[in-house]
């Protein structure tokens, strides 16, 4: 069964064809340029493009970075204003004339890795997933279940939201090193650690293949904190699915 997948993400908007039964990609994946500054119509523009690009016309699963009620933003406070209350539902489909399901860019991801990914996260009463990029997106999985729209990389840490201090974009703007910005990780993964005691940590996100980079400046076991399985495509896959 082929399903369109569709990340949104701070600085790109990401797609595939996806088999969400296999969860394996059926196409290339393909890329349109997209900053926290683009209006919603810039996403629009860019979702047909890459819907004509892959010359598909049935179901899509987007993944949006932001708070949601139901299919409605809540609140995105690292994309443009102008996101805030719109039914992406509505937009997305309006636009594209496709059927379209909409989640949470991280609880995308979550599903993916919990369907597909590392089995030891249906084993484990809490997971915390964590996918690190622009900002911190979270998934909390309990007894095999998404609690979804957690949005846990804004609770406030050192005066500021947590992904303000900790994200993997935070390593590149302020050009920290692996040691530095992995103890600031730490202390994030602490907090969350105190307030949730998950099992186990799943971190997502481009910079989650380099784990081995920075693993031994974190204060857990090694087994207590791994890679998505699925890296930075668990987003695509995870949209496509939801499709079902």
Sequence with gaps: MIRLGIDIGGSAIKAALVDIKAGTFASEKVRFRFT???????????????IKRLDFDGPIGVGFPGRLRGTSVENAPNLHPEWRGKDLKTFFSAGTGCKVSILNDAD??????LRIGNPIIKQTHRTLFLTLGTGIGSALILDGKIW????LGHLL???????????????????LSWK???????EVLERYDFLFSPDLFVL???????????????????????????GNDAGIIGAAMATE
């Design 180 to 186: 530095q910005w992995a103890l600031r990780l730490n």
């Design 157 to 175: 840490f050192h005066g500021q939201s947590a992904e303000h201090y900790g994200s993997a974009a935070v390593k590149r703007i302020e050009k």
């Design 36 to 50: 926290n500054e683009s209006e919603p119509e810039r996403a629009l523009e860019g979702i047909k493009k890459m």
């Design 204 to 230: 997502g996100g481009a910079i989650s293949s380099n784990l081995a980079k920075f693993q031994k400046y974190l204060s857990f076991p090694e087994e207590k904190v791994i890679r998505a399985t699925l």
């Design 148 to 151: 979804k729209d957690t949005e």
């Design 108 to 113: 995308a991801a979550a599903l993916a890795e």
